[in-house]
Nanobody, 122 residues
Framework: QVQLVESGGGLVQAGGSLRLSCTAS????????MGWYRQAPGKQRELVAD???????NYADSVKGRFTISRDNAKNTVYVQMNSLKPEDAGFYYC????????????????WGRGTQVTVSS
């Protein structure tokens, strides 16, 4: 089994910063990509940013220049530093990881965290 646990959400004023963390644990053999999606009320879940195990990153256009994704492979942890937050950045942020487990199938599958809420006041 694999669990992903997010932390770091909260309430922040527009223009402020937050740092989200997500740690994967369990019977992990290896992790390929890790990343963050978000979902605002009434909207579809959208990619925020992701990062491969060799450090290649990908960002949504709406967050480029403001958010920075990073990971610590030794800790199976992914971070996103969110600066210059806007009210439209608010929503639930979900972490995901592409994981191959030790005792499971010999391919990667996606695992998801339960989400952490980000609220941005204007």
């Amino acid at each position: 089994q694999v669990q992903l646990v997010e932390s770091g959400g909260g309430l922040v004023q527009a223009g402020g910063s937050l740092r989200l963390s997500c740690t994967a644990s369990g019977t992990i053999s290896s992790i390929k990509a890790m990343g963050w999606y978000r979902q605002a009320p009434g909207k579809q879940r959208e990619l925020v940013a992701d990062i491969t195990n060799d450090g290649s990153t990908n960002y949504a256009d709406s967050v480029k220049g403001r958010f920075t994704i990073s990971r610590d492979n030794a800790k199976n942890t992914v971070y996103v530093q969110m600066n210059s937050l806007k009210p439209e950045d608010a929503g639930f942020y979900y972490c995901y990881a592409q994981v191959m487990t030790i005792y499971g199938d010999p391919w990667y599958r996606d695992y998801w965290g339960r989400g952490t809420q980000v609220t941005v006041s204007s």
